[in-house]
């Protein structure tokens, strides 16, 4: 599955996890898998990596392959911090958390959407753990987007729950299981990997 430009999320959706209470996701389709295009893009759109969301357990990661992942991750870890208490941090101070890992209006979103929780004194307490991740080829936009990869993840959010002030749970609660996939990128000029978007994928998630 090729998915050539992924949309950052509105400010009422994690990053993460989607919007609460989303649908189980659909059945894998049978579809040609594409590869990606070496012709130049414009910075607008990105290239096409190859991905599929059938995971393979014994796949061998190349550097940009897993500092994209390990972005994904780090994105998870720190989506964990702010989460467990967004009361404590200011807003300068969830931009820092997730500036190292997002990038663009992912970074807004992640930060509107933990700004919105603060206001209403609620948290999110567990943590994203992967069931299996996929990470597509390597794809160069040849253009001031870098660098992409689309990492490919089943969640397991068996342990994530919403809750209010005194601690109970609130309504439109995460999934157990969630596939996802992330646009991963390192733009020209610059070091860094970062996450500039996520969209729900359509395949098999669960244990």
Known sequence: MTIRLLLGVVVTASLAIGTAGCTTPQAPTTAPTP??????????QSASPTVSTTPTPSQTLDANQAAAVSAVRGFWAADAKVGADPAAFTKAQMNAEFGRYLGGDALTSQVGYFTKLKGKGHRRLGEIAAVWIKASDVADNHSARGLEVH??????QTTLQLVDKAGQPVANQPTDFNLRQYSVRKPAKETRWRVYGAVAASGECGR
């Open 35 to 44: 590869t990606a295009t070496s012709s130049p893009t414009s910075a607008s």
């Open 151 to 156: 990492v490919t993840v089943c969640q397991d």
